[in-house]
């Protein structure tokens, strides 16, 4: 069962460049969500997608964009990477909202430089 | 503000030892609290708490939620060098997840 898979694994960006992390669950659920984890700080919402068709900010948006392209596919864009967002990004995904039980990917190592 | 907050941040024991994580919250509309448990990668899921007192218990590891004083606890007996790995807890609030920093717990042989 392959759950959430997210790619790329590990990636490393100069100050500037753009790029897009993949994220594609695989059980049917309906709610996804990204996440940023930093030493210290546990996992903070970056952007949710509550449905197909619908994505709202979390606690950390700036700096990113998202999209939901079908049901099993959520990613995350960053348009103009900053040092400040080398950090370790998990997509996860629930059946919905309400029963919030979220599975996890692999997680997606970034380094800006 | 919502938050959720817990203790230790970081705690080393031997194996055999005894552990208690401690996890309390301030969760507008709560529904429930969820821990996990993360070694090197994914975040994977250990219990789900929505009512008070009823202790969730998965072989050597068990949990309890109290709803009046605002906390759970993670019970881990029995250590083992397989345990150590950071313990996160998270409030549903709003269909989402707020996550506390996490508790990182390195079992010695």
């Known amino acids: 069962n392959a759950g959430v898979t997210q790619t790329p694994k590990f990636q490393v960006l100069k100050t500037g460049q753009s790029m897009t992390l993949q994220c594609a669950q695989d059980?049917?659920?309906?709610?996804m969500y990204w996440y940023r984890q930093d030493p210290g700080m546990g996992l903070r919402l970056i952007y949710y997608?509550?449905?197909?068709?619908?994505?709202d900010k979390g606690e950390v948006p700036n700096g990113y964009n998202v999209s939901r392209l079908n049901k099993r596919e959520f990613s995350l864009r960053l348009e103009s990477a900053a040092p400040s967002q080398t950090s370790v990004y998990f997509c996860?995904?629930?059946?919905?909202?309400?029963?919030?039980?979220?599975?996890f990917g692999a997680g997606t190592r970034l380094s800006v430089l | 503000e919502d938050k959720v907050v817990q203790s230790p941040l970081s705690l080393v024991v031997h194996e055999g030892d005894t552990v208690t994580l401690n996890c309390s919250y301030e969760?507008?509309?709560?529904?429930?609290l969820l821990w996990y448990k993360q070694e090197k990668k994914a975040p994977t899921f250990l219990f789900m708490l929505?009512?008070?007192?009823i202790e969730k218990k998965s072989g050597r590891l068990s949990s309890i939620l109290d709803k009046k004083e605002l906390f759970s606890i993670l019970n881990i007996t029995a250590t083992q060098t397989g345990d150590s790995a950071i313990y996160l807890c998270?409030?549903?609030?709003?269909?989402?997840?707020?996550f506390g920093q996490g508790t990182e717990l390195s079992v010695k042989p």
């Open positions: 996860a995904s629930s059946i919905s909202g309400g029963v919030n039980i979220q599975y």
């Open positions: 059980m049917n659920h309906n709610s």
């Open positions: 997608s509550a449905s197909e068709g619908t994505t």
């Open positions: 969760v507008t509309n709560f529904r429930s």
């Open positions: 929505t009512s008070s007192g």
């Open positions: 998270a409030g549903v609030w709003g269909g989402k997840l707020i």
